[in-house]
């Protein structure tokens, strides 16, 4: 096996998808040996003031609107994530930013409503001289995050970072620190949180003595064979997404950073991971393109709601991602299992059904579920909520230390 570059999965997590006053951020750090892949956790928090249910709380909206900027104009924002911060109940996309001449000024007049008067900028220096503007969507490659988030922290506003937050350890939490030190919130865009079919697999797993897999998680696996839906991968050229230095590593960071994320949402952190990365089929590339990890759901007692939901402490966890195998047929397969049952998915699919088991492996249940129109939506409204919540918050606790003893 050939020396590996060093992976990390940075992972956004609210603890009840709700935004509560912390938006703790983990990191996987997956470091290289010759012969594996050791997974080490380290865990950093940002401080909310917010104390808002964010999914819930649609209606209940300051009438000013959280004003927001685009970094970065690339394909994800042209139709998950693009749309929503013009969109979303609350939100108003007023800048936007590609280094390209001429290409942000034709986003902003062609895709973006007049009603927000949009601009586009060539420069980050210029977009974030923006008096307007309140909060910025970092949508470029993480070799450049540490870079463009550190000039919003210095600019003074919040911000919304693509994943992985950085190629590294160190770069996730040097952004981690600077937000952190500006007093300033920091989220990362893990949308599949948001989506209905993950909301829909949280509410069977709190179900109580309805669980469809019992009062308890024994086991969480995972198989990935493919490339998980990442997009440009068939180009002459070498996509970046398997450039170390533009990614972090192979697609274990753009892809499987996904799937990670949705097992410790609802599932619990994961401890005592162990695992291992290799090159085994693409001798063309110099990242990994297969990734094999174990652990174990960690305590949960701490996150809101924990008693709410079935017990999870202790289930095993085993996932594979092997993204270039010649030989074996596709598969993605998210599987949760109990006494009672299990709760079997496709991973990368927003809206692929879920099928429910018993433990004789008869298919009992199938939940079915629309595709959203912009994928990232659910989230950024609840980014946007969150941020608006803060806002007032802040207004009153200034009214309230304005007023007379």
Known sequence: MKPLVCLLVSLSISQTFSLVHAFPLLSFNLLSTRRNVLFQNTLAVISMTTTTSALQNDNDKNSSNIRWGIVGLGDVVQKKSGPPFYKCKGSQLVAVMRRTPGKAKEFAETMVPKENHCVGYESLDELLKNPKLDAVYVSTRPGAHLEICTKVAAAGKACYVEKPVGRC?????????????????????????????????????????????????????????????????????????????????????????????????????????????????????????????????????????????????????????????????????????????????????????????????????????????????????????????????????????????
């Not at 999870?312 to 594979?320: D, I, L, M, P, Y």
């Open 169 to 405: 350890t160190e770069e996730t939490q040097a952004i981690i620190d600077i937000f952190a030190k500006a007093n300033l919130p920091l989220y990362t865009a893990y949308i599949s949180r948001a989506y209905d079919k993950t909301q829909a697999v949280r509410n069977l797993l709190m179900a109580g003595d309805d669980c469809p897999i019992g009062d308890r998680l024994t086991k969480v696996s995972y198989t990935l064979i493919g490339t998980g839906g990442a997009r440009d991968m068939d180009g002459e050229q070498l996509p970046w997404r398997l450039d170390a230095e533009q990614s972090g590593g192979g697609l274990i960071m753009d892809v499987g950073c996904h799937v990670l994320d949705r097992i410790d949402y609802l599932c619990g952190p994961l401890m005592n991971v162990k695992g291992e990365a290799e090159n085994k089929h693409s001798h063309k590339q110099r990242v990994e393109d297969f990734v094999h990890l174990t652990a174990t759901i960690g305590d949960t007692s701490d996150r809101p709601s924990a008693n709410k939901l079935v017990t999870r402490k202790g289930a095993s966890v085993e996932c594979t991602w092997d993204f270039a195998s010649p030989d074996q047929p596709p598969c993605d397969r998210l599987l949760l299992e109990g006494p009672k049952g299990s709760l079997q998915m496709v991973g990368m699919s927003p809206n692929a059904p879920i099928e429910i088991y018993d433990t004789n492996g008869k298919l009992v249940k199938t939940l079915e579920f629309e595709m959203p129109e912009h994928t990232a939506q659910a989230l950024i409204q609840a980014v946007t909520n969150d941020l608006l919540a803060k806002r007032e918050n802040d207004k009153k606790q200034n009214n309230a230390m304005e007023q007379p003893d």
